[in-house]
C-alpha cells in the first residue's frame, strides 16, 4: 500500500522559512522521480518543484531562488526548503512521483504565509 506523509507545514511571516518533509512507503522510492504540488486556496493543484532519479531539479519560475527540493534515498524521503515566503505561496503542499500516472495522494500539509 504506498503512503506518501506530507508534514513541517504552519504559519509563518512573510519573508520566513520552512522545511516540508514528504515520508514515502509502499513504492521503490529511489526508482521515482518526484514532486511537490500546492494548492492555493480556490485555485487548481500546480507542480512546485521536482527531482530526478539523478537529483537534476526544476522548479516553478514562481518559486525559483526561494525553494530547494532534495530526495533522501535510503530514508525514503523527500525535504522541501522554502526561503523568503510570501503570502501567494499559502496552499496545502502535497509530494508524489512526477509520473503523471501515478495519482494516489497524501493528506498534505498546509502552509500559511501571512502578511
Known amino acids: 500500500q504506498v503512503q506518501l506523509v506530507e508534514s513541517g507545514g504552519g504559519l509563518v511571516q512573510a519573508g520566513g522559512s520552512l522545511r516540508l518533509s514528504c515520508a514515502v512507503s509502499?513504492?521503490?522510492?529511489?526508482?521515482?522521480?518526484m514532486g511537490w504540488y500546492r494548492q492555493p486556496p480556490g485555485m487548481q493543484r500546480e507542480l512546485v518543484a521536482s527531482?530526478?532519479?539523478?537529483?537534476?531539479?526544476s522548479y516553478a519560475d514562481s518559486v525559483k531562488g526561494r525553494f530547494t527540493i532534495s530526495r533522501d534515498n535510503p530514508k525514503n524521503t523527500m525535504y522541501l526548503q522554502m526561503n523568503s515566503l510570501k503570502p501567494e505561496d499559502t496552499a496545502v503542499y502535497y509530494c508524489?512521483?512526477?509520473?503523471?500516472?501515478?495519482?494516489?495522494w497524501g493528506q498534505g500539509t498546509q502552509v500559511t504565509v501571512s502578511s
Open positions: 509502499g513504492i521503490t522510492f529511489s526508482s521515482n522521480a
Open positions: 527531482i530526478s532519479l539523478g537529483g537534476s531539479t
Open positions: 508524489k512521483p512526477s509520473n503523471p500516472g501515478f495519482n494516489v
